[in-house]
T-cell receptor
């Protein structure tokens, strides 16, 4: 079974530029998550999709971050414009149902550096 | 507001001994807990979970203990192996399929 795929692995941009990350979840998984992990902290949920609908985006900075899940499969997360404090690893995860007792499978993450 | 706390940023243990990683939480509504392990340059991988209706769950060398009255859980690894060296995150959920992660504990198992 293929895992969660993310690209790119690394990205360096200047502040005020825009950037996009891509995620392909495990086939058949209905739930997709985007997490932000700042150095020294645990992953923080940015947005959760159930199929192609948003379940929770309460911690997504909507003035600069946006995300979509195309046809309930792939997802993209965009930052525009980026700030220095956006430097972090962005993790995508998926789970089969999104129920609390099902594990989430994580991708390798995209490490973003904003200079 | 850090609802899930892992107060030990790092831990070193000799190979073959027990590793005990601790996690405290503040929200009494949390009813499901997980531990994830993370190697460098990889995403976290699920390790073990426990529901609030239990106080212990065991899977091979890994056991998670939950003390609801103290709002505390711990992960025991026995015996510890060098391959267990990683960052361990605990996560908690109030039953709304949303997980809140702790800051992680870096475990180093010395050969």
């Amino acid at each position: 079974e293929a895992g969660v795929a993310q690209s790119p692995r690394y990205k360096i941009i200047e502040k005020r530029q825009s950037v996009a990350f891509w995620c392909n979840p495990i086939s058949g998984h209905a739930t997709l998550y985007w997490y932000q992990q700042i150095l020294g902290q645990g992953p923080k949920l940015l947005i959760q999709f159930q199929n192609n609908g948003v379940v929770d985006d309460s911690q997504l900075p909507k003035d600069r971050f946006s995300a979509e899940r195309l046809k309930g499969v792939d997802s993209t997360l965009k930052i525009q414009p980026a700030k220095l404090e956006d430097s972090a690893v962005y993790l995508c995860a998926s789970s089969s149902t999104g129920e609390v007792n099902t594990e989430a499978f994580f991708g390798q993450g995209t490490r973003l550096t904003v200079v | 507001d850090q609802q899930v706390k892992q107060n030990s940023p790092s831990l070193s243990v000799q190979e073959g001994r027990i590793s005990i990683l601790n996690c405290d939480y503040t929200n009494s509504m949390f009813d499901y807990f997980l531990w994830y392990k993370k190697y460098p340059a990889e995403g976290p991988t699920f390790l073990i979970s426990i529901s609030s209706i239990k106080d212990k769950n065991e899977d091979g060398r890994f056991t998670v203990f939950l003390n609801k009255s103290a709002k505390h859980l711990s992960l025991h690894i026995v015996p510890s192996q060098p391959g267990d060296s990683a960052v361990y995150f605990c996560a908690a959920s109030p039953g709304t399929y949303k997980y809140i992660f702790g800051t992680g504990t870096r475990l180093k198992v010395l050969a």
